[in-house]
Nanobody, 124 residues
Framework: QVPLVESGGGLVQAGGSLRLSCLAS????????MGWFRQAPGKDREFVAA????????DYADSVKGRFTISRDNAKNTVFLQMNSLKPENTAVYYC?????????????????WGQGTQVTVST
């Protein structure tokens, strides 16, 4: 088990920024590919970004590319999602997820562990 706890969500105006954090409290954090997903009301959970074990490679959904940045600090067992130029359509619960395969995956079904999520609300 790898308990994951997200934080950093909140209410922000359009154009603003938020930085999400996800702390892993068990397992060997550096052995997991980490991803961020989000789920808006009435919609399926969707891929946002992911990062390899070492942090050397990342991947983003087209809708957030250039505005969001994923990073990780393996010494602190933490993955981050810096979100800039936020839009109302970015409103959702954001989840961090972990899987132990080597490569980045965009499907939430490929991930083994996930947190409870943190709410991000972007107002107009």
């Amino acid at each position: 088990q790898v308990p994951l706890v997200e934080s950093g969500g909140g209410l922000v105006q359009a154009g603003g920024s938020l930085r999400l954090s996800c702390l892993a409290s068990g397992g060997t954090f550096s052995s997991y590919v980490m991803g961020w997903f989000r789920q808006a009301p009435g919609k399926d959970r969707e891929f946002v970004a992911a990062i390899t074990r070492s942090g050397g490679r990342d991947d983003y959904a087209d809708s957030v590319k250039g505005r969001f940045t994923i990073s990780r600090d393996n010494a602190k067992n933490t993955v981050f999602l810096q979100m800039n130029s936020l839009k109302p359509e970015n409103t959702a619960v954001y989840y961090c997820e972990a899987h132990s395969f080597m490569f980045i995956r965009r499907s939430t079904s490929a991930y083994d562990f996930w947190g409870q999520g943190t709410q991000v609300t972007v107002s107009t």
